[in-house]
């Protein structure tokens, strides 16, 4: 089965600090990978996608993402991150019909 | 709006009753999804159905039993729910092979006392 590890559980930051997350999974195959987004009291909405070409991806808001194949590897990073970006972030990977989450971290940016 | 609506969108349970969650989406998706959010742990699968009239266990199906109603329908039933399925529950529906995004509805929040 799948597994999906994010390194952090809860990162704090100051306004206009950059962000980095990183999120390593296990399957070897091919692989559809994401970043979901979820501020306090909403649901998950989609921050970015890979699905093959460009290892390095933008997504909404100014957050990008690398896919480093050979390190099963696909971190989230923000050069300069503010309040809004408050919120939980959670790494998935789609393989086999099935999308399989991190278990999310926690980003709290102080103003 | 097109998306996935899931009801009710809380509620609160006694140990060993019944209820079920349904799903709908306007989307014309495929596959839909049900799953479960605890703090710490993430988003874990608990049942899926690739296609109309097709369903099969995600990561955590113990005590949950599902329903493809129909391609707009998906159902997560709790026959005798426990302290421990207390949880928030999302539904989310894809489209076919080459869009593998998933959309989520706004969840819902169980509580079994």
């Known amino acids: 089965a799948q597994s999906v590890s994010q390194h952090n559980h809860h990162v704090i930051l100051s306004e206009a600090a950059s962000l980095e997350l990183g999120c390593n999974y296990s399957y070897g195959g091919t692989v559809n990978l994401f970043w979901y987004v979820q501020y306090p009291g909403q649901h998950l909405q989609l921050l970015l996608k890979?699905?093959?070409?460009?290892?390095l991806v933008k997504g909404i808001k100014g957050f990008e993402a690398e896919f480093i194949k050979s390190k099963f590897s696909f971190n989230l990073r923000k050069p300069s991150v503010q309040w809004s970006d408050t919120a939980e972030y959670f790494c998935a990977v789609y393989s086999d019909y099935k999308l399989s989450f991190g278990a999310g971290t926690t980003v709290t940016v102080r103003a | 709006n097109a998306g996935v609506t899931q009801t009710p969108k809380f509620q609160v349970l006694k140990t060993g009753q019944s209820m079920t969650l349904q799903c709908a989406q306007d989307?014309?998706?495929?596959?839909m999804y049900w799953y479960r959010q605890d703090p710490g742990m993430g988003l874990r699968l608990i049942y899926y159905s690739a296609s109309e009239g097709t369903t099969d266990k995600g990561e955590v199906p113990n005590g949950y039993n599902v329903s493809r109603l129909n391609k707009r329908e998906f159902s997560l039933r709790l026959e005798s729910a426990a302290p421990s399925q207390t949880s928030v529950y999302f539904c989310a529906s894809r489209t076919g092979p080459g869009a593998n995004v998933l959309t989520f509805g706004a969840g819902s929040r169980l509580t079994v006392l």
């Open positions: 890979y699905f093959s070409g460009d290892p």
């Open positions: 989307m014309n998706h495929n596959s």
